[in-house]
């Protein structure tokens, strides 16, 4: 007898599942997909305790008949597709006829279906034994999965914790209803509602439903069309832009696909408005013939190929600069009064006074209300730190910044503690220890200070003046910071808003991580969050940022601690403090900065880990050179 036998029907569809049932959120995806495909105008999602106990889907599909509902739980068992000419224009979002079967191998599945004529059904599957009976009479499907994985405890096991797996369900729930807003969707959590959408194919509305109203209100609605491409959506102002590239959300013919190349087009066309460590928010829906288009390529469908990519990519990198470079006060007035405007005005604008506190709730009933008014600001350089490297005197820095700490404090300790607090961080400074070894010369290209070895060994340095200005201002900071927090209420009330998957992944933990670092959160509407106390280091008119990239960064990085943060937004600040690039250095601030570099505790690398100094040897100007050897 052979070797090589047929696997047992069972034992396939587990192997199948393995590739097509990951986690709960997989599950949902398929199911969801599945009400999609067959007509629903409204779906109902519930899962509970993170999906391992139950999960239930309800639609107002088309539904089944009792011969079709036996059939879907067959391999390949498919209404989407029929010939090969099909799998090369799939226009639904499934079409291999695994799902299901899949699904079913893996938990207790219950099936109440009914096209709205005869009468419905009921299936009952455990270990793919199918029960079947009559049912009421509902047009629409219904499908609860109890007891995910319960016949494969590794798989089981290999789950993540409560709070990840209903982020990563909230993650799927979400961009199924970005990329459907034709489609009215609820999705609850152990009986609460995460979100709703209300169907009426209005891609803001959702966007506010999902990221909350003020998300909404930050967005440019943003279309365009090639020869092959139609595109779709809303592009994130440059101030609401994040730490994560989850929040650029690319669709392909209404279906959540990741596109490397055309995110990373997105990202480039966004350099000269956010900067290298942020990530554009965008919601953008691309259709293309589907002919052009492979969906088979991964059974989860999230991987796709398809063509003339390159030429979407060229168009995105021109279309995106367009919409988002603001427009002049001369676009706004007529040519006739052009003339009348002898001198401009220009009128400075405080965002944090003119940013309104919303009470973000899933309804929003006048989205279309939503001004697309598009203002950008250039961030000005922090004048104080100028003055810091020209005057040497670190001590009036110091006593710049009390001045500000002591100007509205929200202190939690004792009155005593407080000014043994001031006293340390006022205290004159230490005379520097180490004799700096370079004689700067020249600055070249307005980024680098050309330097003389003054051991006299005949080799130069270059220096880069900003991760030079970095290191001195971090070291400054930490040391400024180091010995208590003292934190105050915001100038004006500060609200983040979060899109629900980082709601759940916002946990009490990681609150009590940002608390021990100065920043107190209290709930406020729906997906937001109002600041109670920030720390007294955060320079008003970066609080809005600050706050935002270190709640990303507490959601996100599931290693992350105080020390972790408080790093983090010290260097930051440190970046921000610092002589830029393309800025004029004199030689007698070079020394200064030069001579304080040498007196820090590491004045080779930059906080983010770059090199501050490069040295070239006499040896390796001789090589260049060919002078080795030579005598002179």
Not at 185 to 198: A, E, H, R, S
Not at 397 to 406: G, R
Not at 495 to 522: H, Y
Not at 532 to 557: F, G, N, Q, S
Request: glycine residues 4%; negative net charge.
């Amino acid at each position: 007898m052979g070797r090589i036998q047929v696997l047992d029907t069972k034992l396939a569809n587990m192997i199948a599942a393995g590739e097509v049932v990951e986690r709960p959120s997989s599950v949902l995806k398929e199911l969801v997909e599945n009400s999609i495909d067959a007509g629903a105008k409204h779906i109902s999602v519930s899962i509970i305790e993170a999906g391992r106990k139950k999960i239930t889907v309800e639609d107002d599909g088309c539904g089944m008949d009792r011969d079709d509902a036996l059939l879907a739980f067959k391999r390949h068992a498919t209404s989407k597709i029929s010939s090969s000419f099909d799998l090369f224009r799939i226009k639904t979002l499934g079409f291999r006829g695994e799902a299901l079967p899949s699904i079913a191998s893996v938990s207790k599945m219950k099936v109440t279906t009914s096209t709205g004529s005869g009468v419905g059904t009921e299936l009952n599957i455990i270990n793919e034994e199918i029960e079947a009976k009559d049912a009421p009479l509902r047009k629409g499907t219904i499908i609860e999965v109890e007891e995910l994985f319960y016949n494969t405890p590794a798989r089981l096991k290999y789950l993540k914790t409560d709070y990840t797996e209903n982020a990563n369900s909230i993650e799927i729930m979400s961009r199924l209803a970005l990329a459907h807003p034709e489609v009215a969707i609820k999705f609850y959590i152990d009986g609460k509602c995460q979100f709703q959408t209300n169907g009426r194919n209005d891609l803001l509305e959702v966007i506010a439903n999902i990221f909350g109203y003020g998300v909404a209100k930050s967005m440019i609605p943003f279309e365009f069309e090639t020869v092959d491409y139609q595109v779709k959506g809303y592009l994130g102002k440059p101030d609401i832009a994040k730490a994560s590239r989850y929040y650029m959300i690319t669709l392909l013919n209404g279906r959540n696909v990741y596109m490397p190349k055309v995110q990373g087009a997105i990202k480039d066309a966004y350099n000269d408005f956010i900067p290298p460590s942020k990530y554009p928010f965008v919601v953008l829906d691309f259709y293309v013939d589907y002919a052009l288009v492979d969906v088979n390529v991964h059974p989860s469908k999230r991987e796709v190929r398809f063509s003339k990519e390159e030429e979407l990519r060229l168009a995105l990198l021109e279309k995106i600069p367009e919409a988002l470079r603001p427009k002049t006060i001369y676009d706004e007035i007529p040519v006739s009064e052009v003339k009348k405007v002898e001198k401009p005005v220009i009128e400075h604008v405080d965002l944090f006074d003119t940013m309104e506190v919303e009470d973000n709730t899933p309804k929003v009933e006048k989205v279309e209300e939503i001004k697309h008014e598009y203002i950008n600001e250039t961030p000005k350089y922090n004048e104080v730190v100028q003055e810091f490297v020209k005057s040497n005197n670190v001590n009036n820095t110091i006593k710049e910044t009390n001045e500000e700490i002591k100007e509205e404090p929200h202190v939690d300790t004792f009155k005593e503690q407080n000014e043994e607090y001031v006293a340390s961080v006022t205290k004159e400074p230490e005379q520097p220890k180490r004799v700096c070894p370079i004689r700067p010369l020249a600055q070249l290209n307005k980024t680098y200070i050309i330097g003389e070895d003054i051991n006299g060994d005949g080799g130069f340095y270059l220096v880069d003046q900003h991760a030079a200005m970095e290191r001195i201002n971090f070291e400054y900071f930490t040391h400024l910071y180091a010995k208590k927090i003292i934190t105050m209420n915001p100038l004006v009330p500060i609200v983040i808003n979060l899109k629900p998957s980082d709601v759940a992944m916002f946990t009490n933990q990681k609150r009590d991580i940002l608390k021990s670092i100065g920043l107190e959160f209290e709930p406020f509407g729906y997906n937001a969050f109002k600041v109670v106390t920030i720390p007294t280091w955060i320079h008003r008119e970066d609080e809005k940022e600050y706050v935002d990239d270190l709640v990303d960064m507490a959601i996100h990085d599931d290693k992350v601690d105080e020390f972790k943060l408080r790093k983090h937004a010290i260097a930051t600040m440190a970046c921000k403090a610092s002589l830029k690039a393309n800025m004029n250095c004199t030689m007698e601030e070079a020394s200064v900065m030069l001579e304080r570099l040498f007196n820090c505790e590491n004045p080779h690398n930059c906080p983010h880990g770059r090199p501050i100094i490069v040295k070239f040897t006499k040896y390796e100007l001789e090589k260049l050179f060919k002078r080795t050897g030579v005598w002179l």
